[in-house]
């Protein structure tokens, strides 16, 4: 299987353009796992690094998480793999995190997302706060930031899936 990706058309208007590079982006972190073993997921690329495309994949459903249904949508869904005790706990992956697992906790992450931006507002302030520093942000201003979030972990997904396999490509 191979995963789509389709950039926005260049006349996009500005939520199609938002919503279109955000899906790219996705995409492309899980076109970076296709093929892959759990065991290859979870190996990490470069010593002393401890990054791993699961770690990855598992830190962007926290993210996912955290911005769309915590700030958005001031729900109260929890962390998924972190703790006040191991605040990295997310990019940590053991020999029983499963790909299987991780996949359909981070698709239904983004599914939960897609659901509270749908028909919200670009410029209106989400109904929660940021934990750390009680800010309140747009939707606007979240969803550019997780189109930066997921195009800065996408180049890690290419050195580790490099570094594994060989397999490169934009």
Not at 30 to 56: F, H, I, N
Not at 102 to 111: G, S
Request: charged residues 30%; glycine residues 8%; proline residues 4%.
């Amino acid at each position: 299987m191979t995963t789509e990706r389709r950039e926005p058309a260049p006349d996009a208007d500005e939520r199609t353009m938002l919503e279109g590079w955000l899906e790219y982006h996705r995409r492309t972190l899980a076109w970076k796992c296709e093929g892959l073993t759990d065991e290859q997921l979870r190996t990490a690329s470069v010593s002393p690094s401890g990054l791993t495309l699961m770690g990855l994949v598992r830190h962007m459903a926290e993210v996912e998480r955290s911005w769309y249904r915590r700030v958005l949508a001031a729900e109260d869904a929890g962390p998924l793999h972190y703790s006040d005790e191991d605040p990295d706990g997310d990019f940590r992956v053991t020999g029983s995190d499963t790909w299987q697992e991780t996949l359909a906790t981070w698709q239904a992450e983004i599914e939960a997302a897609r659901r509270n931006a749908e028909g919200f507002p670009l410029d209106e302030m989400g109904r929660g706060k940021h934990a750390r520093t009680g800010e309140r942000f747009s939707l606007r201003w979240i969803h550019t930031h997780m189109i930066e979030e997921y195009a800065r972990h996408n180049g890690h997904a290419d050195l580790i899936r490099e570094s594994l396999d060989g397999a490169t490509g934009d």
